[in-house]
């Protein structure tokens, strides 16, 4: 099918559509005219006559058509979620809507057979509406709230590495938007780096796209903030391409428009796909870079649709090594666990494997780049984070990272001067005191009068003051453990 551009025509769910009928209107056409002869015969004059025009650009190739993929097994009346798999190749995972059994279902999707189905053993299908798997695991989102009495739950099960009928547990999530609860379809789930995102579903305008914490606490609940895209306006699925240099949000029938909006890992839109025309469309999958997989409850027929070229990123040049993100100097305690999740990006795309050098007794770090434990020994240490492609291609990165003593006292204690008056050019010497805490105190001031400073070392607020009036200063102490004491006061400056 043809690029489209966005319509954003509103599209009730399955559990309001009865209470709305929008009927079909048509763009008119506008009537035929006649060519005079005369006209026919000048025009025909001067294309003979006139040198011809230069031959316009050549347009990206058309890609093909969408073409039937597979039969949904037996089981599938309401499929919402589809996921291809990261260890079986040709599988693609599904589950179905609210309210039917809490099960995952396996499907080779060169014959559309059953390869095995996975029953999560507590997590309930209050609204199951979307799913992403990545190397961590399978992502199961139980997002939807069609009226507005919830917050979302992500749940996370182990991938198995054979596939056969099964009993797994789940880990929950507990999610809330910052900007209170809404509607949601779209789970997605970077496979570079495993961030979630959800996209709210908006009915007649367009939604917002949200990132989760990242990792995910199991301790807490875990805000969904605004990252500032937009969304498709009733936006019912999303994925990303397996390279993470893509994503896809869709949105769906019955009564409106059947497209995917593609963008960039950055979010810019690439282009607007126009997808078959099914009843419900409620699933989107990446298939490979270059296709995506759709489906729609009360349908068993599942699409291949293949992108247009402007909508698949250059994968980079492969053999190149990858990328791996500083994520800059860390602090920690002895005693106290930490959770440090490292990001990297393969230029062709390929899956890497994380391993750590350096790293402070008591932690370690997982094949997809999260670091946790709890650390064992005080001190600074230097660590190297790899990232290794399938391809032997290596890239990394160095931080330091600072462990302070369990029983190390508290951080360091800063003196309150009081409050401060001055005269205008006249020299100023004001020592702040701080104690405790490990190792050298460092100082920073904010808010003093223009023409003032603090010694970084030394704590010694000196210099002549050029402006006049009360200010608000702030300044703070913090030692070689990263342990910070602030302390405020006021500052009056005088002209005499």
Known sequence: MGIRR?????VPDRHIVSMLRIPHRPIPRLPGRTRAPALATAVATAAVLLPAAPAAPAAHAAPPPPERAFTLPAGLAEISGLAMSVKHPGV???????????????IDTATGALRAKLNVTNAPNTDWEGMAVTRSGIHIGDIGNNFGGRDPIVYRLPEPDTLANASLTATRYQLRFADGAKDAESLLVDPLDDQLYVAGKNIGSAGKLYRAPNPL???????????GRAAPAFATDGAFSPDGKAYALRSGGPIGENAAWIYNAAGTELATVTLPSQGQGEAITYFDRGSVLVASENDTQVWRVHLPPEAIPDPGTPGDPPSVTAPGDQTGKVGTPVSLQVRASDPGGLALTFTATGLPAGLAISESGLVTGVPATEGTFTVTVTATNTAGKAGSATFAWRIAPANGGEGPAVANPGD?????????????????????????????????????????????????????????????????????????VTWF
């Open 92 to 106: 693609a995972y599904a589950h179905n809507d609210s309210g039917n059994t809490t099960e995952v279902f396996a």
């Open 420 to 492: 401060q008056t001055g005269v205008f050019n006249k020299a100023v010497n004001l020592q702040i005191r701080a104690s405790g805490g490990t190792g050298a105190i460092t100082y920073k001031a904010e808010g003093l009068p223009f023409g003032l400073s603090v010694g970084s070392s030394s704590g010694t607020v000196t210099g002549k003051p050029w402006h006049v009036g009360t200010f608000s200063v702030k300044v703070t102490a913090t030692d070689t453990a990263a342990r910070s004491a602030v302390t405020t006061f006021r500052w009056t």
């Open 6 to 10: 966005p319509v954003g025509t509103p």
């Open 217 to 227: 606490s199991t301790a807490q609940t875990n805000t969904l903030a605004d990252t």
